[in-house]
């Protein structure tokens, strides 16, 4: 029997119809499925084990000697070409002292000779080696035979090519500008684009087939055999089936199972059948010196898959479109550089005879004493730098940049879904996960189709299900909120701890700006402790959020991964975001006034801004956490691969022996089971900082420019050259990240709003330029900002101190202090409404909410303008999905139609010449 198939198998002229597979004309996965093994069964005699006792004539993979041929990516008989690798151990070579060990290997080996009988079975062929390194490895190497990929290929609904794209090709205007930045293209060359439709092996002489070798690439075919792997059972225990290589791998039955990459990275291989892509990709996309040019996506799709290839092509378009928002942010950041120079009330703070002579209230309780404004003289000349008029207009334009960038976004992602055949993946190809379908033991009725359908639990269990995985998330996002609360008291207390040893001598002419603030020192310590913190709670939740979505069991792939990515982000956004929203929003707003403090837990007195607000502090925030973000990303990305492999390396014996492509390929690293799920974080999380909070930070976009630019090419080196090739998968879209940004997008604007209108000093000094500078309120003829400073700081009259709020003691030199000064717009003592607020603050809140009112119904206007006026998807990516349709229909459908025509014709005729008339006798 085995030898009738191989005899198939070889035979290059026979067709998929050879296999006499009877199906529908519209077949499900499962229909389809049950049909290639029923014909199958009548070819290939291998029982499915339903103990763990299979019989003595099971089929397993073929042990050869390897060839010494170290880039060779096929069977020793050079003509089957390794589609895919498993490794084990071999149990014969073990440590078998102990019974219950030797009981557990005989089980691994039962479930996997059954396993690769079943995959034989499938039709795929094995042959196994020997480690040449280290004996107990065997390497199993995986080949799918022509008529499995077509056969599979149907099943999977993949989409192959038809015929050549026809349409004629517009060069755009842009060519002329990134011709100095595009890949060579004698080097790599460009992909040829074709209409393609999904794979019917009844019509297979309608595909475009000059090449049956190459009709199936490696990517495609390791995609099928993926497929058949994740789905071949091994066991059945308590009319339970077990099944997928992904459970063989977490019970260590097999070591790994990967496809293979193509050759060395770093060497042109001049054997024919090595087609070098990684060394191309490794040469032209992953090395340092490429950094200025264009990725060459269509080859990084199909050496990876698109999956990987989206991800590459989003982050390329994210970077390419950070270059206008870098450019227009250190504009404004220069903008505020220069304007130091004209910074009025700055100079006021750092003037002896101004700042000099305004004593400060202490900002906490009996520790604190008296300071003098001046120590705040640095860092309120470096508030001038972010707390100017170019940081609003930059506010604005962000709010209108990433609405350009998510609407353009939408326009490349529909060519690339039409280029790499996506575009109805989700509705054709995804499959259910295999350990959903292990699950599925309640049948229930589909409303729609009126069939029974088997699920994994019914609708109250789903309920509990659901509610037990909120309540998990809910619980650890408070326990974000109970670490941001200790940050704050943390804040609270060692503010006290620096304040009391601050020096305090005050000389006119002394540089009070060497020493650090007790606000700036506070901040910076804190900030430093939140990062820390913030990376060991991800580490912990990284768990978690796994272990709730695998809880859930969903359907497809697609869906886990958006509930994980929802999970995940949302508990990120809390983590990262939770200190910059309460330094920005929350400090320094309730905190009373000297006389009548707010307290926090009736202990700890609220913390207070500086006298020219809070917007220096979130910059230091945001500087710390993203900069330390990044750069930790970047050491851990580069360095824990390579340690690892380099330590694998050091490790290995005999390394002057020829060690074969697999055996390379099995040092590498995983990747992992969630793929690029963490590197899209990364961007994300990104992308908040740069969008969120980019009007106390206008140069977020240059740095996250920077920053991306070296994570392309070191997310491109890990894949190419320490990383196992990563098993191909499809993808139409970026999936739960988009609508995430969607929302930042939107969030973006009232955030920055926000800030400027609560956060900054620009509504006040605006206020008190327009309205308290001149008479009646002020001493000039025209708006300035001279008294600002005086103005703007409230007197209270040591006096009215209460209880704990009074110095513990005074410094000598403010033994004479009769009034302070204080953050705030009140009367002073003596007035009628002491203490109260007066007409200062309550113009000031309505410019604020004047402000923020005005300014978010105007960007939000001009965000649904733009996002009107782009279309999703470009004409010229209709037309050819328009043109690929009608192919379709006229090559596969209605082709299919006349041949249907002509046979009953032919009927007809007989019928009309009286033959074979099945009426005529009856009517005689």
């Known amino acids: 029997m085995w030898a009738r198939w191989d005899k198939m198998m070889a035979s290059g002229e026979q067709s998929c119809e050879h296999m006499g597979l009877a199906e529908a004309a519209s077949p499900s996965h499962v229909d389809l499925e049950a049909n290639v093994l029923e014909s199958m069964e009548q070819t290939v005699i291998a029982p499915t084990y339903g103990s763990m006792q299979p019989p003595e004539n099971y089929h397993t993979a073929e042990l050869v000697e390897f060839d010494l041929n170290p880039d060779s990516l096929f069977f020793n008989d050079g003509q089957r070409r390794v589609d895919y690798i498993l490794v084990y151990e071999d149990e014969a070579l073990k440590d078998q002292t102990k019974s219950t060990k030797r009981s557990m290997i005989l089980k691994q080996r039962k479930k996997r000779q059954a396993y690769e009988s079943n995959l034989m079975r499938h039709g795929l062929r094995l042959e196994a080696t020997r480690s040449v390194v280290d004996e107990k490895l065997i390497f199993v190497k995986v080949h799918a035979p022509w008529e499995v990929l077509c056969t599979y290929a149907e099943v999977m609904h993949i989409k192959l090519p038809l015929q050549p794209n026809d349409l004629k090709v517009r060069d755009s205007a842009f060519n002329c500008f990134t011709k100095f930045f595009r890949v060579n293209e004698d080097i790599i060359k460009p992909e040829q684009e074709f209409f393609t439709a999904p794979f019917e092996k009844d019509r297979i002489h309608e595909f475009y087939i000059p090449d049956r070798d190459q009709f199936f690439n490696p990517s495609t075919r390791s995609r099928i055999v993926q497929f058949i792997l994740s789905r071949v059972e091994y066991a059945i225990r308590d009319n339970v089936k077990k099944f997928g290589i992904n459970k063989l791998l977490d019970s260590a039955v097999y070591k790994a199972a990967f496809p293979l990459h193509d050759c060395r990275f770093n060497y042109m291989s001049e054997d024919p059948n090595c087609p070098n892509e990684r060394y191309l990709l490794y040469r032209e996309w992953a090395h340092p010196r490429s950094f200025y040019k264009l990725q060459p996506l269509d080859l990084v799709r199909k050496y990876y898959g698109e999956k990987i290839g989206i991800y590459f092509a989003w982050l390329g378009f994210y970077t390419k479109m950070l270059v206008l928002a870098a450019f227009v942010g250190l504009a404004c950041f220069l903008y505020g550089y220069k304007s130091q120079e004209s910074c009025t009330w700055s100079k006021e703070v750092c003037d002896p005879e101004i700042g000099g002579n305004i004593i400060m209230c202490p900002q906490c309780d009996e520790q ?57 993946f989700l509705e054709q190809e995804e499959q259910p996960l295999p350990e959903y379908e292990a699950k599925c033991t309640h049948v229930v009725v589909n409303p ?105 069991l969903q359907r497809t792939k697609s869906d886990y991964e958006n509930s994980l990515t929802t999970k995940m982000f949302l508990f990120q956004f809390v983590n990262y975001y939770s200190a910059c929203f309460y330094i920005a929003f929350f400090k320094g707003k309730f905190v009373g006034y000297p006389g009548d403090p707010i307290y926090w837990f009736g202990r700890y007195r609220n913390e207070e801004c500086d006298p020219g607000g809070c917007l220096l502090e979130l910059t230091t925030q945001l500087t710390i956490i993203m900069g330390g973000k990044a750069i930790w990303n970047n050491f851990q990305e580069v360095l824990f691969p390579w340690i690892k492999n380099l330590i694998g390396r050091c490790n290995a014996v005999g390394s002057e022996k020829i060690i074969p492509r697999w055996e390379q390929d099995y040092h590498l690293q995983p990747l992992g089971k969630l793929g690029l799920f963490y590197e899209y974080l990364e961007m994300v999380i990104q992308f908040g900082f740069v969008t969120l909070f980019v009007a106390s930070f206008p140069l977020a976009p240059l740095l996250a420019l920077v920053n991306n630019l070296v994570e392309i090419r070191v997310d491109a080196w890990k894949l190419t050259t320490q990383f196992r090739r990563v098993p191909p998968e499809k993808a139409q879209d970026i999936g739960a990240w988009q609508p995430i940004m969607q929302g930042i997008a939107i969030l973006a604007v009232v955030t920055n709003a926000m800030i400027i209108a609560f956060t900054s000093d620009m509504i006040p000094r605006l206020v008190y330029y327009w309205s308290f500078s001149v008479p009646p309120y002020g001493n000039h003829s025209s708006p300035t900002m001279e008294g600002y400073i005086t103005n703007t700081l409230s007197i209270f009259n040591v006096s009215d101190f209460l209880g704990q709020s009074r110095p513990a003691s005074t410094p000598a030199w403010f033994a004479n202090v009769t009034t302070c000064r204080y953050r705030d717009f009140r009367y002073p003592p003596g007035h009628e409404y002491q203490y109260e607020h007066n007409i200062y603050y309550w113009h000031v809140i309505a410019a604020k909410l004047s402000f923020l009112i005005v300014v978010e119904h105007v960007v939000y206007s001009v965000k649904f303008i733009i996002a009107y006026i782009i279309p999703d998807i470009s004409k010229s990516t209709r037309d050819k999905l328009k043109r690929e349709k009608y192919l379709t229909q006229k090559l596969l459908h209605e082709t299919h139609l006349k041949g249907v025509k002509k046979q009953m014709g032919k009927v007809a005729e007989k019928i009309l010449q009286g033959i074979d008339d099945p009426y005529r006798q009856k009517y005689e």
């Not at 001046?374 to 709010?399: P, Y």
Request: hydrophobic residues 50%; contains cysteine.
């Open 368 to 424: 604190c004493t008296y300071w003098n404004l001046t120590i705040t003289c640095n860092s309120s000349q470096k508030l001038c730098i972010f707390d100017s008029f170019g940081t609003l207009v930059f506010a604005v334009f962000m709010g209108v940049w990433v609405t350009l960038f998510l609407e353009f976004w939408k326009r490349r992602q529909a060519e690339l879904e039409y280029e790499w055949d996506t575009v109805e």
């Open 448 to 552: 729609i189709t009126q069939q029974e359908e088997h699920v994994p639990y019914t609708a109250c269990g789903k309920c509990l299900r659901m509610t037990l995985c909120t309540s998990a998330v809910f619980f650890w996002i408070f326990l974000i909120i109970a670490s941001v609360v200790g940050i704050i008291v943390y804040r609270l207390s060692v503010f006290l701890v620096f304040s009391s040893n601050l020096p305090r001598h005050i000389n006119g002419t002394e540089a009070i700006q060497k020493y650090l603030t007790p606000q700036t020192a506070t901040t910076i310590t804190a900030s430093i402790i939140n990062f820390i913190i913030i990376m060991i709670l991800n580490m912990v939740y990284e768990r978690v959020a796994i272990w709730i979505t695998d809880f859930e």
